[in-house]
């Protein structure tokens, strides 16, 4: 099966620009997820999606960050204005199944901000 | 709050050598655990999970982990590491109780010596 596809791989912007990430999910994959995951540090939920629906997003920061998945396929993650701090790797995850399935990980987009 | 403490950041062995990383988990309820695998520029890669059952699980590249819940703890064990093995390694934290929600520890770097 094709995994999870992400694009671009790299992206620098200045602060105060905006910028935009892509993730195609797994083909059935119903819960979509993007982590933020700063240089040394583990992955940070964003946002988790069930279909085009949000189930969490309490860690997204909202006044910059924004993300939706329309019709429950593709998600797309914006950041506008980025900061310096927002320099990271953006992953984007799925699964299809309960709390037990594995999450199976795209190659993630590595943002920096100068 | 669910969380995970991966005390060692780093850790070097010599090929051939056994492997143990340390995983200290905090979940209000059954957890369900996993160990990840990242390379440089590559996602995450699931090595095992643990959610029922016998406490000792196998998974991909011969390794293994060990779930004590009276220590909250999940280790990883490799009897034998190769050079391939360098990579990070994250243990993450989810179940039903938190949502769905996986959280990672802060990995633990290996490096493998020739």
């Known amino acids: 099966e094709a995994g999870v596809a992400q694009s671009p791989r790299y992206k620098i912007i200045e602060k105060r620009q905006s910028v935009a990430f892509w993730c195609n999910p797994i083909?059935?994959?119903?819960?979509l997820y993007w982590y933020q995951q700063i240089l040394g540090q583990g992955p940070k939920l964003l946002i988790q999606f069930q279909n085009n629906g949000v189930v969490d997003d309490s860690q997204l920061p909202k006044d910059r960050f924004s993300a939706e998945r329309l019709k429950g396929v593709d998600s797309t993650l914006k950041i506008q204005p980025a900061k310096l701090e927002d320099s990271a790797v953006y992953l984007c995850?799925?699964?299809?199944?309960?709390?037990?399935?594995?999450?199976?990980f795209g190659n993630g987009t590595r943002l920096t901000v100068t | 709050a669910q969380s995970v403490t991966q005390p060692d950041i780093h850790i070097t062995v010599s090929e051939g050598a056994s492997l143990e990383l340390r995983c200290n988990y905090s979940?209000?309820?059954?957890?369900?655990l996993f160990w990840y695998v990242q390379s440089p520029g590559q996602g995450l890669q699931l090595l095992l999970k643990y959610f029922s059952g016998d406490t000792l699980v196998q998974g991909i590249k011969g390794f293994e982990a060990e779930f004590k819940r009276s220590q909250s703890s999940f280790n990883l064990r490799k009897p034998s590491v190769h050079w391939s093995d360098a990579a990070e390694y994250f243990c993450?934290?989810?179940?039903?109780?938190?949502?769905?929600?996986?959280?990672f520890g802060t990995g633990t770097q290996l490096k493998v010596e020739l």
């Open positions: 979940y209000g309820a059954t957890p369900y």
């Open positions: 083909s059935g994959h119903a819960t």
């Open positions: 993450a934290v989810g179940g039903y109780g938190g949502g769905n929600k996986l959280t």
């Open positions: 995850a799925t699964k299809n199944g309960p709390g037990d399935s594995p999450l199976h």
